[in-house]
């Protein structure tokens, strides 16, 4: 095996560890409140954008959620379930036995 | 009851973040209360982010880190306490080391929000949201995120205003300024700037795009001739640049995202897409100045720092930490 074709596997193999890494992140983000609370914060704010250079935001609002589909389907329901409620009071007061470390 | 407040100005660096910090100091000592300025840098706050809380923490003496910076009034000292009756600012990038404050009360400022992110992956929420951790907000994208992670039920707004650059550069009048574009070309810009330039010079030839950057005083220079400044960045916060470019007379033209959200009422872009935009420019280098541009605009921007102050004191009066 030539040094280019093994750079290009070693690539390869970056990328794929790097893909596996971030969903498994976005799928541990999902399965939180919070990390609910800030995927949804992000999408809503890049899928809101209005006037230039809002076509690109847009795109990546689309690409996160589209991730995080791939990721944890069903926390991508509950995210839009709970973007939805109305909020009162802090996520501590809404949740009384709280989270873990 | 006085309180001393402990405002942690980040050393290294001279952008937004830090001078809002200073201001802020500025702001406090002028209306009375025991504001202390400690200066960190990055290799600090990392120590501090691996240690146990403890009764006080030592960061160095040092002195005002830019000459710009010395018209801001500060007391700088070189430790922080953990103690109750204490009051510790930190700007959002350091919202991770509130748990080390478990003693004192903690200001998290979000002087903007995408900034935080990487301190946020850094702790718990729940630490954010101890009765001794408020919450204040420099625009309005910081307050919504603040309330869709339900940080805090009550949220204070603490801005920051922008510096009179007239003292680098004079304005020139509407009617003598050059049809000067001026663009932002920084990682933050989002839109396609170089289509727009293209697009610009196809429209009227006789307009310069120019890339604004470069010393305070050049910046300022640079708005006191152009004619319009186009900022189509991420807006991570309520930016300086357009601010300054209004105060400098020359029009701005932002972002509808993020903070420039706040901006809308001093050079807002909500409708025109990247095809429309140049079209814009355009009318704008070539008009007359608006009539609302002097009437309500710029005066705005001027009353930033009269607006600041009362915000500060109404903050700082919500913790009885006055002298």
Redesign the interface.
């Known amino acids: 095996m030539s040094a280019k074709d093994r750079a290009l596997r070693q690539a390869r193999a970056d990328d794929a560890r790097r893909i596996a890494a971030e969903k498994e992140g976005m799928r541990q983000a999902l399965s939180t409140p919070d990390g609910r609370a800030l995927i949804a914060f992000i999408t809503r704010n890049a899928l809101d954008a209005e006037g230039p250079g809002s076509k690109q935001l847009r795109q990546f609002g689309r690409d996160i959620l589209q991730a995080a589909q791939f990721a944890n389907w069903d926390g991508v329901q509950i995210m839009r379930e709970e973007w939805e409620k109305p909020k009162q009071g802090t996520r501590a007061e809404a949740e009384e036995d709280g989270e873990e470390e | 009851m006085s309180k001393p407040i402990y405002v942690l100005t980040l050393h290294t660096h001279r952008t937004g973040g830090p001078e809002a910090c200073h201001q802020l100091a500025d702001a406090l000592i002028e209306q009375g209360f025991d504001a202390r300025t400690v200066y960190y840098d990055f290799a600090q706050v990392e120590a501090l982010a691996n240690a146990s809380p403890q009764e006080g923490y030592y960061f160095g003496a040092r002195v005002c880190p830019f000459d710009e910076y010395a018209r801001y009034k500060v007391n700088v000292t070189d430790a922080v306490p953990n103690t109750e009756g204490v009051i510790v600012v930190l700007p959002e990038t350091l919202c991770h080391l509130a748990p080390k404050f478990d003693k004192a009360t903690v200001l998290i400022w979000w002087l903007s929000v995408d900034n935080g992110f990487g301190a ?1 992956s850094r702790v ?3 630490h954010l ?2 009765p001794n951790v408020k919450h204040a907000w420099q625009s309005h ?1 910081a307050r ?2 603040i ?7 009550v949220v204070l707004p603490l801005s920051d205003y922008t510096v009179d650059m007239r003292r680098y550069a004079a304005p020139m009048p509407w009617d003598e300024r050059p049809l000067l574009a001026l663009f932002n070309t920084n990682h933050k ?4 700037w170089r289509g ?1 330039v293209a697009k610009v010079a196809e429209l009227d030839p006789e307009i310069e795009c120019v890339p604004v950057g470069g010393t305070r005083e050049g910046v300022a220079a640079m708005f006191a001739r152009a004619r319009i400044y186009v900022d ?1 960045g ?1 807006m991570p916060g309520k930016d300086r640049m357009p601010r300054e470019a209004v105060a400098q007379g020359c029009q701005s033209l932002v ?4 903070g420039g959200q706040d901006l809308m009422d001093i050079g ?7 095809t429309k ?1 140049a079209a814009d420019i355009v009318r704008t280098v070539r008009g007359p100045l608006s009539h609302t541009f002097e009437r309500d605009i710029q005066p705005k921007v001027f009353r930033e720092k009269a607006v600041f102050f009362d915000e500060v004191a109404r903050l700082f009066d919500e913790f009885d930490a006055r002298i």
């Not at chain 2, 972002?255 to 993020?258: D, L, N, R, W």
């Not at chain 2, 807002?268 to 990247?274: D, K, L, N």
């Open positions: 946020l718990n929420l729940n949201r101890k994208y919504k995120f309330d869709a992670l339900m940080l805090a039920e810009v989002v839109a396609d727009i189509l991420s972002s509808f995202y993020g807002g872009s909500r409708g025109p897409f990247e935009i």
